[in-house]
């Protein structure tokens, strides 16, 4: 559902994301995670089709991100760490809105589904300026769900969600990977990670260190079987000493954030 | 505790001067910053040393004629008595000293007193007074006098009024604790100032003559009357503390001023003791404000000034949208519902209202022709100013959208797509003003000579097909300039501030204008070419129609392939370089 070859992103001199290659099957829900400034946050804008990638290709569905954009596109959702919403359109104005970008006929059905789902349906009249931060988020999400995407991306999903949001949250990934969406997360919760991810990609200044099921890395870096959560192993695995951590880079030039 | 405070004070000037310095190594904020200082030694610091529009070096003392002082300084007074009046009348809010949230969360829970806070704030306040006088002496000083005392003289007129407006938020608080309402203040207030004026009116009523329209025949005599009733009765004494406020300004010399000083600066330090020693708590209505200012400068920083402005209201979409058909549809349907923040279908009802009964009581009276043709001017000058201001009003498209470049990078859609969607509302309802300006000089255009009538309507319909396409290329210029340099466009309030960014506004103006002039050369060429031979052989009237048909076509292709080039910008626009100032 998603393949990713040798993507390479670069920002004048500096190397965001080095000959990152790995993929995607529907279905799975892959973690995405790395110390700050690892590149996480760029790989994923890259995989949505907000950066064009400086050498390497993406493809979400078998479309190219880049020269296919538009079909691409249409399968996919992404969910920034900020919502980020219309000030002056309602909640079901922003609904109606994206159905229209998306071409969905019956937005009206779907849509106020998704708001009773994410328990926003007494708020349909409200502006974003009315609603609490997880309220926000739960408007961001409904309006990416719309569509019913068949590939979603995470950007720290759980921020700002009380602690009922957070259960349903993890409860509609996990729904809709079993529905076959494939789903990359990008978090520093690792006990998120560990919990709902099948599989695991660790990033560090721009390269990839590791990538393969829980299983896999939790052997790769346990000196006995069992003997390191998913905590001890992001350390081992992004430490300096380990031979697989590349170096660090210098730092980005300003207003290039990763 | 007090040095804390002005450490902090300090760093914070120091910092941001530092990184304004540090910045001008980008050649954006050095050429910026090179135009800017032009610009203010053109306008201003070039009259320090030489006269105004190249004169003689202005007077240093000036000499006013006998009388004309008093006068000066009564109208002076009288505008800090409105003044003063309004900060009593039209607050209702309690005292709340406006900090920042950081201020917020490391003053509010430190061991420092109410006192010290407010001698903080008072701190802060004197940096922007300061600016203040020095932009005011600049101008004022073009007409001559001398710099320092402009500048002390202004400076105690804001400093005054400044701790005016905080004493009497504190009085406010004051009364609003006691049971006294905003009403019962309000009528209090209201009913003083009106015994005021009243008493004055009485005393000239009774002894001065009779005032008729025959006395008034130009300003010159009206200032004569406006002298006698503020300078020989009881205004003279009503505005006495004010005139305590602006004589120092006024002094003609340094003995005057001397003189005059040394009351004002009484008058201010008894405002200061007053300041200092209410005991108003403001902390609770200061954190609600200093909320409320974080969410104005968060609104800003995303380009949206409107919200910046005051709490919104949902508006109803101004048509049904469905979920099926041309997707960039949807982004015209979004952004008229945010232009409906600002121009609601009841103020467009207001508008026509006023423009219908304005242009009927022209009709009514255009017995002679005359009223007509001003109208026909006055709508002119309208449309002209609709033209050039607009695009520059109307900012819901890419400039409003920025910020969330991201978002609309992941739609499904064509560059081109969102290029028309985003600049099609305001592109709508300029054109929906323009029309309506044009109707109401179409119907007006019956009541001109008989011999202008076909001309008139010729006019208003090549105007009514030429506008919105002329609306159109204006707004493409300033989206196509965010999206090159969108480090050069203020997409928000809270923006880089200073002589460089004015420089930098003024070099963009100045290319949009050019942009606007190249794009409108072909259509001006095609206009002439078509509608001079026509003229000759049919007259204007009957010419003007094909030619501003022909223009229209030109500019018609020219904006098609503006939208198709604003696209592609779009496309290309990297989002992570996207605040880079």
């Known amino acids: 559902m998603v393949q990713v070859e040798s993507l390479t992103k670069l920002y004048g001199e500096f190397t965001a994301v080095s000959e990152l290659t790995f993929s995607l099957q529907p279905g799975e829900v892959l973690g995405l995670v790395g110390p700050n400034g690892a590149g996480k946050t760029t790989t994923l804008r890259c995989l949505a089709g907000i950066i064009p990638p400086t050498r390497g290709t993406v493809r979400v569905g078998g479309h190219d991100i880049v020269r296919d954009a538009i079909d691409a596109k249409k399968q996919l959702a992404f969910f920034t760490d900020e919502p980020r919403l219309f000030d002056y359109l309602t909640v079901w104005q922003h609904l109606n809105f994206i159905a229209r970008i998306y071409q969905v006929a019956d937005y009206e059905r779907t849509g106020a589904a998704l708001l009773e789902e994410l328990e926003i349906a007494n708020k349909r009249d409200a502006l974003p300026g009315e609603l609490s931060r997880g309220m926000k988020q739960k408007l961001a999400i409904a309006c990416g769900l719309l569509h019913s995407p068949r590939v979603i991306y995470f950007d720290e999903p759980l921020t700002g969600l009380d602690p009922l949001g957070i259960r349903r949250m993890k409860d509609s990934i996990l729904k809709r990977a079993r529905n076959g969406a494939a789903i990359i997360i990008s978090s520093h919760l690792l006990h998120l990670v560990g919990e709902i991810c099948s599989r695991l990609l660790i990033l560090k200044n721009g390269q990839k260190i590791i990538d393969g099921t829980l299983e896999e890395v939790t052997r790769k870096f346990s000196e006995q079987p069992g003997d390191a959560n998913l905590e001890e192993i992001f350390f081992r695995a992004t430490s300096e000493t380990n031979p697989a951590a590349p170096a660090a880079a210098p730092p980005l030039p300003p207003g290039n954030e990763r | ?581």
């Open chain 2, 1 to 581: 505790m007090i040095s804390a405070l002005f450490y902090l004070q300090y760093h914070t000037v120091r910092n941001r001067l530092v990184s304004r310095f540090k910045r001008l190594k980008q050649p954006k904020y050095l050429i910026g910053a090179i135009v800017g200082g032009l610009y203010f030694y053109w306008y201003f610091f070039r009259y320090l040393f030489r006269g105004y529009a190249g004169g003689p070096q202005p007077p240093a003392n000036l000499t006013w004629p006998p009388g004309h002082l008093l006068l000066f300084e009564l109208l002076g007074a009288l505008v800090l008595f409105v003044i003063v009046l309004m900060a009593w009348l039209v607050p209702h809010e309690r005292a709340a000293l406006t900090f920042s949230e950081a201020e917020v969360a490391f003053l509010f829970p430190a061991p420092v007193t109410r006192r010290t806070l407010i001698h903080f704030k008072l701190l802060r306040s004197q940096l922007r007074i300061f600016f203040s006088v020095l932009l005011l002496t600049l101008f004022s000083r073009r007409f001559g006098g001398n710099a320092w005392i402009h500048a002390l003289g202004w400076w105690l007129i804001l400093s005054t009024l400044n701790l005016h407006f905080l004493g009497s938020s504190f009085a406010r608080t004051m009364m609003l604790d006691r049971g006294i309402s905003n009403r019962l203040r309000r009528l209090l207030v209201l009913g003083l100032a009106v015994a005021m004026v009243a008493g004055v009116w009485v005393w000239a009523k009774r002894t001065m003559p009779r005032l008729n329209s025959a006395d008034i025949t130009d300003l010159g005599s009206a200032m004569d009357y406006l002298q006698r009733v503020l300078t020989t009765g009881p205004a003279l004494y009503l505005l006495y503390p004010f005139r305590l406020v602006v004589r120092p300004f006024l002094a003609p010399d340094a003995t005057a001023f001397l003189g005059a000083f040394a009351p004002a600066l009484l008058l201010f330090l008894l405002h200061y003791l007053w300041v200092i020693y209410s005991d108003v708590a403001f902390e609770e209505a200061s954190v609600e404000a200093s909320q409320k200012l974080a969410t104005r400068l968060a609104a800003a920083r995303a380009g949206n000034w409107q919200g910046a402005k005051k709490n919104q209201k949902a508006k109803r979409p101004w048509f049904a949208l469905s979920g099926t058909g041309f997707s960039a549809t949807a982004l015209f349907w979004k952004n008229l519902i945010g232009i409906g923040q600002v121009f609601s279908i009841r103020l467009w009802i207001t508008i026509i209202v006023i423009v219908v009964i304005f242009g009927f009581a022209f009709a009514g009276k255009a017995q002679s022709h005359g009223s007509s043709i001003v109208a026909e001017f006055l709508i002119a000058i309208a449309l002209g100013y609709s033209l050039f201001l607009g695009p520059q009003l109307l900012r819901l498209d890419f400039r409003r959208d920025l910020p969330l470049a991201d978002i609309l990078k992941t739609f499904p859609l064509r560059g081109w797509q969102i290029a028309l969607g985003e600049i099609l509302a305001p592109v709508a309802a300029l054109a929906a003003f323009q029309w309506l300006l044009l109707l109401i000089g179409a119907g007006l255009v019956f009541y001109l000579p008989a011999k202008l009538e076909g001309l008139g309507l010729a006019i208003a319909l090549g105007a009514a097909v030429l506008l919105p396409v002329l609306d159109w290329l204006l707004l493409l210029i300033p989206n196509a300039a965010v999206l090159l340099f969108p480090a050069w466009i203020q997409t928000g309030k809270d923006g880089p501030r200073g002589i460089e960014v004015t420089g930098q506004r003024l070099i963009m103006a100045l290319a949009q204008l050019l942009a606007l002039l190249l794009a409108l050369a072909p259509a001006a060429v095609v206009f002439t070419v078509i509608f001079l031979p026509l003229n000759i052989v049919v007259g204007p009237g009957a010419a003007l129609l094909p030619a501003s048909l022909a223009a229209t076509a030109v500019l018609a292709v020219e904006a098609g392939l503006g939208v198709l080039l604003l696209g592609k910008l779009f496309e290309r626009f990297d989002v992570t370089e996207e605040h880079t100032r």
